[in-house]
């Protein structure tokens, strides 16, 4: 078997969609019994109240209400969670409820802004 280069698995995932993403993810974690979790190292005393004087670092983005294209907001909320379709059809009855907690502002308005295009009403708390 050939060996692929860093840039040709770069160019492989560029081309998946993030559900193809998320399965990849599940499957290496499976075959090398590992996570994909982000080490937390703690940040230097300076750089912390730095960033507490810019805003909030963790916030939770809402989902209000559906809207009139509640499919698209299905697709959505299952794309941004990683859900299957019907747990993400369970969250999206729900509404309100909180679609993901304790992510950083620009990844929550990401995400307002594709569940907004679906349709969806969106807060960020």
């Known amino acids: 078997m050939a060996k692929l280069t860093n840039e040709e698995i770069i160019a492989s995932l560029k081309e998946m969609s993030v559900l193809e993403l998320n399965e990849l993810v599940k499957a290496v974690e499976a075959e090398f019994g590992v996570t994909a979790a982000v080490a937390a190292a703690g940040p230097a005393p300076a750089a912390e109240e730095e960033e507490s004087a810019k805003g909030p670092t963790e916030v939770t983005l809402?989902?209000?209400?559906?809207?009139?294209?509640?499919?698209?907001?299905?697709?959505?909320?299952?794309?941004?969670?990683?859900?299957?379709?019907?747990?993400?059809?369970?969250?999206?009855?729900?509404?309100?409820?909180?679609?993901?907690?304790?992510?950083?502002?620009?990844?929550?308005?990401?995400?307002?802004?594709?569940?907004?295009?679906?349709?969806?009403?969106?807060?960020?708390k």
Do not use: F, R, Y
């Not at 209400?65 to 747990?87: R, S």
């Not at 993400?88 to 509404?95: F, I, N, S, T």
């Open 62 to 124: 809402v989902l209000k209400a559906c809207g009139m294209q509640k499919v698209a907001v299905i697709k959505a909320v299952q794309a941004i969670t990683g859900l299957g379709l019907m747990d993400a059809k369970k969250l999206v009855d729900g509404a309100p409820v909180n679609i993901k907690e304790k992510i950083s502002p620009v990844e929550a308005e990401e995400h307002k802004k594709a569940l907004e295009a679906a349709g969806a009403e969106v807060e960020i």
